[in-house]
């Protein structure tokens, strides 16, 4: 936790979209960290905060094991806002009456709101706002009503006695049309923050906070070739110098000349950091032989990962003296997917390989500088840090590769045929200029086969899919509208230059529901 900047602390109930209220925070250029709703009152008496946010969550505060914040939070006299079941929480603590609704409230809704209240000062009195919620309350002593819905009398409350502001809807996510607006009021008018806060302060803050976890030990960290790992890789330099070690593992599953260019690119980019090159193509292709499973082969991946930087550090050991941490570009999307974070009750959608995959004796402590970023706050440190563009605004490739990339089994000859059509998506895209809009752009290999003609014969061969989509975080994104004719462009292509593939669709599903890979 910081000391120093003013900081608004998020109280975490377990939502899937809890982390998004910190972003959008941070947005605004105030200091925002996500800590368990248990956090010990004491602890947050120790530093500069301005404001507390109660998060949503699954739960409901009838439950036996309801979690319960501590009543001592309401007498910090800092201002509280309660988002869904943050905000039912206080009701239930302070007399209020929580009861499962009838109608229960999912997605877009209409609000009236007064506008002269501060959480919605200046805004319209009519908005769109996102609901998610099964309990409301339906009673609460000495409140001001300050929004309203058809099915929701407490849509946003004010408790003066308590200096807190509650609302049944998330503000946090994009479909609250005002939703960033009502944060910064929160923030600004009502917690009196400056909003002075930049991603330099963060640089320099964790810069300090990796020295003294790191103190004097080696650092060994996996560079992937993506944003986030390189980035990564140039902070903890920044910090401890010639103590880390990046190794870049070359898995059989990279993209056409991807380990060829990255080692190009890193000698360039990342200074003067110690790179190590480990061609592991054939250990992890044996590993992965007759695999079908898609969680089967992350965890795989993942693991040998780990087995290949245990035999790395070994080495080094040997040469220079033990490594005691092992240094991943994670991000909170990653995380969030794979596992609880906070401790709340988050469900499992994938493990991501350098989250899901860890063996627990794993000899080595995790150092994750980026665990609670998204990857565009991500980019933003890369470009302080100075980095260049090309490095930066790489698509984002995930750790397990074209490994999930490629469904059922994984072999040699679907990697090169993937590989050539891959290229083929990524080139046209890029030619068209396009690849600065769309977050991700790549071809899947898929294991269904279909009859064509070329010439006067007949085919049957693989389908192939294109896969491009929008997106800001990866939390959420669309399918991108790519013009017909590059679209038209690709398929020809891939059709007539790559053996083994006949037929080409696209892919036009959002996430949700799907995921931005097909495993
Ligand atoms: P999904 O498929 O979960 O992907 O919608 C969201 C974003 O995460 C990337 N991704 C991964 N990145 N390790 C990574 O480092 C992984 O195991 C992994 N799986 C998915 C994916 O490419 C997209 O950008």
Known sequence: MSKNNETIIVLDFGSQVTQLIARRIREINIYCEILPYTTPVEELRKINLKGIILSGGPASVHLDNAPIVDKALYDLKVPILGICYGLQVTAFLNNGIVEPSNEREFGRTEIKCDNSSDLFYDLPKEQTVWMSHGDRIKDIPNVEIIAESENCHYAGIKIPQLNFYGVQFHPEVVHTEYGEAILKNFAMRICDCSGNWSMGDFISEEIARIQEEVGDERVLLGLSGGVDSSVAAVLIHKAIGDNLTCVFVDNGLLRKDEAQSVQDMYKEHIGNAELIFVDAKERFLNKLKGITDPERKRKIIGY????????????????????????????????????????????????????????????????????????????????????????????????????????????????????????????????????????????????????????????????????????????????????????????????????????????????????????
């Open 304 to 519: 040998e990962f780990i087995e290949v930087f245990r035999d790395e550090a070994e080495k080094i050991k040997q040469n220079r003296g033990d490594v005691k941490f092992l240094g991943q570009g994670t991000l909170y999307p990653d995380v969030i997917e794979s596992k609880s974070v906070h401790g709340g009750p988050a469900s499992v959608i994938k493990s991501h390989h350098n989250v899901g995959g860890l063996p627990d004796d794993l000899e080595l402590s995790l150092l994750e500088p980026f665990k609670f970023l998204f990857k565009d706050e991500v980019r933003k440190i890369g470009t302080c840090l100075g980095m260049d563009d090309a490095l930066v605004w790489r698509q984002p490739f995930p750790g397990p590769g074209l490994g999930i990339r490629i469904l059922e089994d994984i072999t040699v000859d679907k990697i090169e045929t993937l590989q050539e059509a891959d290229a083929i998506v990524r080139f046209e895209l890029e030619a068209a200029g396009l690849n600065k809009t769309i977050w991700q752009y790549f071809a899947v290999l898929l294991p269904v086969k279909t009859v064509g003609v070329m010439g006067d014969e007949r085919t049957y061969e693989n389908v192939c899919a294109i896969r491009a989509i929008t997106a800001t975080d990866g939390m959420t994104g669309d399918w991108a509208h790519i013009p017909y004719d590059i679209l038209g462009k690709m398929s020809s292509r891939i059709i007539n230059e790559v053996h083994g593939i006949n037929r080409v669709v696209y892919d036009i599903t959002s996430k949700p529901p799907g995921t931005i890979e097909w495993e």
